[in-house]
C-alpha cells in the first residue's frame, strides 16, 4: 500500500520592513510594527526558521503545507522574503502550499497580495465559486486549503471560514471522502480552544463549532492548523474521528516553554488511512531540532484533550 507523509510547518513570521511606508503609522500596521518592536524583537528567529526548512528538505516529504502566519504585517516585501526562505523545499523537489493566518491579512486587501505574491504556492480552487477553498490531491490524500483570515481591529486576531466558504468546504469534502480519499483540512486559527489562555474571544475562530460539526459529518480525517505557537494534538471533542495539530511557530527558538518552540510535523497515511504524527521540537539547549518523536495514534486521550508534549512524556 502506498505510503504518503505531508509535512507542516506554521506562523514563519519573516519580517522585512522594506516597503513599510508612512501611511501605513495611520493603519493597524502600526500596531503590529510596535508590538514587534516591544516584544517580539529577536523572538523570531530566522536561523530557526532556515533549520526547519532544512528538516523539510532533509526529510523529504511528499509535501509541505504552511499554515499561515508567513508574514507579521502584510506587507509585499515580507511575502516575498518568505517565499525566498521557502526556496530550498521547493528547488528540493518538494511541493509546497500555504493559506493566509491573521498576520498576512493585517488590513483589508491583503489576502489579494498575498495571493499575488505567493501565487505559485496557492493550491487550485477548488469550490463551485471559485476562490477558497483550494484543493490539492497529493495520492490519496485530500489536501483542502481553508482561509480563516479576517482583517480585524487592531489588537483582535479572530477567524471565521464563513457561511459561503462552509458550504463549499462541505461539498468538497464530501465528494473527496466519496472518492475514497483521506481528507485533510488547512487551516490557520485553531477550530476549538487555544491552550492556557483564559480568554479566547479575540482570537479564536468565531465559527469553530460550525467546523468542527462539519468534520463530523464529512469524516475529516486532520486538520492541520496554526496560530497558537503552541504544540497541541488531539482529537476534536465534537469531531472524535479528526486529529486536530497546531504547531509552535517555526521561527520561535527561545520561547519561555518548550511546547510553544519551533516544531516541524509530519504526517504519515498508509494508503488513505492516517498512521502515524511524528514531530521534531526546537532543543534550545542544543540550537537544534531534536530527533523525530512519535505522538502515538492509538495512546491519543479522550477527545477535546490534548496529547501529552512529546519532549515532555
Ligand atoms: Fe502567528
Known sequence: MSTTRIAQLTDLHVIDFADLRPRDMAT?????????????????????????IAAVCEDGPDHLVVTGDLTNLALPSEFRAARLRLDPVVRSGIPVTAIPGNHDVYLAGSVGVLERELEDLLAPEAGDGGGWPRLLRIGPVSLVHVNTAVATPPFMAWGRVGDEQLARLERVCSAERDAGQAVVIAAHHHPDRAPA???????????????????????????????NHHHQVRRLADAPSTVASGL???????????????????????????????FRMWDATRDAFSPWVEVSLDALPAPGRDAPFPGLA
Do not use: I
Request: aromatic share 4%; glycine share 12%; charged share 30%.
Open 248 to 278: 509552535g511557530s517555526a521561527s520561535l527558538g527561545l520561547a519561555a516553554r518548550p511546547e510553544k518552540r519551533a516544531a516541524v510535523g509530519r504526517y504519515t497515511f498508509s494508503g488513505p488511512r492516517l498512521t502515524g504524527l511524528h
Open 28 to 52: 493597524k500596521r502600526v500596531t503590529g510594527w510596535l508590538n514587534h518592536r516591544l516584544h517580539r524583537s529577536g523572538a523570531h528567529d530566522m536561523q530557526v526558521l532556515d533549520a526547519a
Open 197 to 227: 489562555r483564559r480568554s479566547d474571544e479575540r482570537r479564536n475562530l468565531r465559527d469553530g463549532p460550525a467546523l468542527r460539526a462539519l468534520c463530523r459529518r464529512c469524516g475529516v480525517d486532520l486538520l492541520l492548523h496554526g496560530h
